[in-house]
């Protein structure tokens, strides 16, 4: 049983293997937060309510602000007197805010249900318990449940809010956020990460002060420019020890992540939907649905909640059928090419990949429409024949004759002024009236939230992918939401723009995915724009950057493998002088960083010097060999270079420890300085391990076997490397040598 209730102390106990999460609810119907950290027997004390502190219930009515001051709120609302950040705002039919919430009911239930048009988490009734507590705001006839899914092995807890108008007036809210905790502090920092465009997701540690500590997108996606996650982390928390708790988002749009310090020295996290701009209409009967929000807590620093979600990502989110296989290995034209080919250089290009061993072809962008430069030609989904004589089909067959699977790049959710669809329904751009809408990258955005807009572009896509019979699809997505004004919606519905929009997106991947099952599905949003749980429920892999620089990419690749699994990651080795950095790299390192995630090649291979091919066949062989331990291993951090090391290491090991691959990159070089030591984790302490270098040169290993509790606790000592240089050690047991 993961989930117990206790009448007598009134206490909810949640379980994991290795945590405990509580819930106590006081005399009158407050709901609060007693409890979350290691797993323990019992939870009987309600002194975690503080109720002994502030007024207990029968003085409310003299000393009510103050009990909502210290109150450790479950699930905390605005406008009656708690003043820390609230999860629910309600206003009335008479324009007036406020809510209350009050415990009506509970329900534990075998299983975990969905959320109607959401991205949620999935398991078996043997794999996840749920908790539904029910509320009540009797004046204003809101019922709201609470939701907990407890998956047990994996030591997550989700939590969403589903909220009912059971009255009679004409509610709307305000926001609605999806979790909250308040706890105690203990010398707390948050962890989130940070970026931009070229920069996404590097990690960054803040120490809190008293207030509010926003991490938040407003840009209508998740964004680069910070992360739907917080982790809160006490003192001396690294990859191995110390505590972390942490929350992550499975919604694309904007978002609030929140760590607030109260005067009491009491902290409210807080995760939901961004309120800003949101005002959602709620008519009686109606239900708001909020997206859920993934809870880990580890004592083994941030290594066990990495491994945590990984877990659960791989088994309770994502749904391909590509989620437990190996991945074709792609090439891609676009950083070789841009918008610059025909059907001839593209199957050039095809050719000498696949004689390289590359395994799937992805034509990119510019296929369609007056699509030559980014100034023209979204929204006209129509081959343009100029360029793929013949259309898509004779491409496809030309591509398969090769012996290759066939992808094809699109945009759906965009349209560019200069565009037959433009000029056909100029309201279907989401934009404010009497303005000129802000321009990126030329275009602007559908308006997603209408159902004959989706329609409008789907339908020539779908028929596109069909007739070329399409293996795989990435769903690009190149720029963020401003004039958020819609030609459909009334004025009393503007404030639901932001939210639809990303419901509406939702649907249409949905009904790719229902028109073509088995397709290898990648989103992309200008690199890693929308890189977030909610895009996992739909697509197994994510392009992680435009920044394909190999070093670039470890403090890219570091931050997302914090949350996400290895193949999740798309990861591209694309030529040198780098586009973004002009960096030059060794095609060797660009390889074994890009291995990590789901590999392919990005480049104009038509180019690639002979010698170059020869390293590219001996790493594909290398990526059939090994990938399979990115794809079932867990993963480890050894090292990290945006810690400021010269070098970054990491390490994935199957859970049996039988089997291990360390990659060591050299950031730079120095002169005269010895080799580094470096520990492995996750191995078998009682085994003894054949180390053999599978990439990268200097010097063989010289005691090529090596007992388990030996290389974890010695270390493993890696000769000193030249600038951007790597190696890769493959680790397997010897059963014959055990001890
Ligand atoms: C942005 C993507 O991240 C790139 O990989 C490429 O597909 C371009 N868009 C095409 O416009």
């Not at 789901?598 to 060999?625: C, N």
Request: proline fraction near 5%; glycine fraction near 10%; hydrophobic fraction near 35%.
């Amino acid at each position: 049983m993961s989930i117990q209730y206790f009448s007598d102390t009134h206490i909810f106990k949640l379980d994991t293997e290795r945590t405990s999460y509580g819930i106590g609810v006081t005399e009158d119907g407050y709901v609060g937060h007693l409890y979350y950290g290691p797993r323990v027997r019992r939870l009987s004390a309600r002194e975690g309510l503080r109720l002994h502190e502030a007024p207990p219930p029968a003085e409310l009515g003299r000393e009510k602000l103050a009990f909502l001051a210290s109150f450790p709120f479950e699930y905390p609302t605005g406008g009656a007197g708690d003043f820390r950040e609230s999860c629910l705002d309600v206003i009335s039919e008479q324009g007036k805010p406020g809510c209350e919430l009050f415990y009506r009911d509970y329900r534990i239930m075998d299983g975990k249900p969905g959320l109607p048009g959401l991205p949620a988490a999935f398991g078996t009734e043997r794999e996840v318990q749920t908790l539904e507590l029910d509320l009540e705001d009797p004046v204003l006839g809101l019922l709201v449940t609470l939701r907990y899914s407890v998956f047990a092995a994996e030591d997550v807890i989700v939590r969403s809010v589903l909220v009912r108008n059971g009255g009679t007036q004409r509610l709307r809210l305000g926001r609605v956020l999806s979790a909250s905790m308040d706890m105690d502090n203990r010398g707390f920092s948050a962890l989130g990460m940070f970026g931009a465009w070229g920069r996404e997701c590097h990690k960054e540690s803040i120490s809190l002060h008293h207030g509010r500590q926003v991490i938040s997108s407003e840009r209508g996606v998740s964004s680069p420019q910070a992360h739907p996650f917080i982790g809160l982390t006490t003192p001396g928390t690294d990859e191995e020890k110390g505590e972390i708790y942490a929350m992550n988002f499975i919604y694309s749009g904007g978002f609030l992540a929140e760590a607030e310090l109260s005067m009491f020295d009491q902290l409210r996290v807080v995760m939901g939907i961004q309120p800003r701009g949101f005002l959602w209409r709620l008519a009686p009967g109606e239900t708001f649905a909020a997206p859920e929000a993934v809870l880990t807590y580890s004592a083994e620093g941030t290594g066990r909640m990495t491994r945590n979600l990984h877990r659960f990502y791989r088994e309770h989110l994502i749904r391909s059928p590509w989620k437990n296989r190996t991945r074709p290995i792609l090439i891609n034209h676009w950083e070789g090419t841009f918008f610059d080919y025909d059907s001839s250089r593209l199957i050039r290009i095809a050719a000498a990949a696949r004689e390289c061993g590359a395994e799937m072809f992805v034509m990119d962008d510019g296929w369609f429409g007056a699509r030559d430069s980014d100034n023209a030609g979204l929204g006209d989904w129509f081959v343009n024949e100029e360029k793929l004589a013949g259309g898509i089909c004779v491409l496809a067959e030309s591509i398969r004759a090769l012996g290759m699977k066939f992808g094809i790049w699109v945009e759906p959710e965009m349209v560019n002024p200069d565009s037959e669809l433009f000029r056909a329904h100029p309201d279907w751009a989401i934009q404010l009236d009497g303005r000129e809408p802000s321009r990126s990258r030329n275009q602007l955005v559908l308006d997603i939230t209408r159902r004959e807009v989706r329609d409008a572009v789907m339908e020539p896509i779908l028929n596109v992918l069909h007739e070329a019979e399409a293996d795989y699809v990435k769903w690009d997505m190149n720029r963020y939401l401003s004039d958020l004004g819609s030609a459909a919606l009334d004025e009393e519905s503007q404030g639901e723009l932001l939210h639809r929009y990303v419901l509406g997106m939702y649907e249409m991947q949905e009904r790719l995915l229902a028109e073509f099952p088995e397709l290898l599905f990648e989103n992309c949003s200008s690199g890693g724009a929308r890189f977030d749980p909610g895009m996992l429920y739909y697509s197994p892999q994510i392009w992680s950057s435009d920044d394909t620089d190999a070093i670039e990419r470890l403090r890219i690749q570091e931050g997302l493998s914090m949350l996400y699994p290895m193949t999740c990651m798309g990861a591209h080795v694309s030529e040198v002088p780098n586009d973004q950095v002009g960096r030059v790299t060794p095609l060797e390192t660009r390889a074994n960083v890009a291995m990590a995630g789901s590999f392919g090649y990005e480049l104009d291979i038509t180019r690639t010097p002979e010698e170059e091919k020869e390293l590219m066949r001996a790493q594909v062989g290398r990526y059939h060999r090994y990938h399979p331990l990115y794809e079932r291993g867990e993963y480890y951090r050894l090292r990290s270079w945006s810690e400021a090391e010269p070098f970054d290491c990491w390490m994935v090991a199957l859970p049996d420890g039988s089997e291990a691959l360390i990659t060591y990159v050299q950031v730079l070089g120095r002169p005269n300085v010895g080799g580094r030591k470096i520990y492995p984790r996750g191995l078998d302490p009682e085994a003894e391990y054949r180390i053999a270098l599978v990439s990268g040169e200097g010097g063989e290993q010289r005691e090529p076997v090596r007992s388990g509790d030996e290389l974890m606790r010695a270390g493993l000592l890696m000769p000193p490397l030249r600038d951007f240089e790597s190696r890769v050690l493959h680790l397997v047991r010897s059963w014959e040598d055990r001890i």
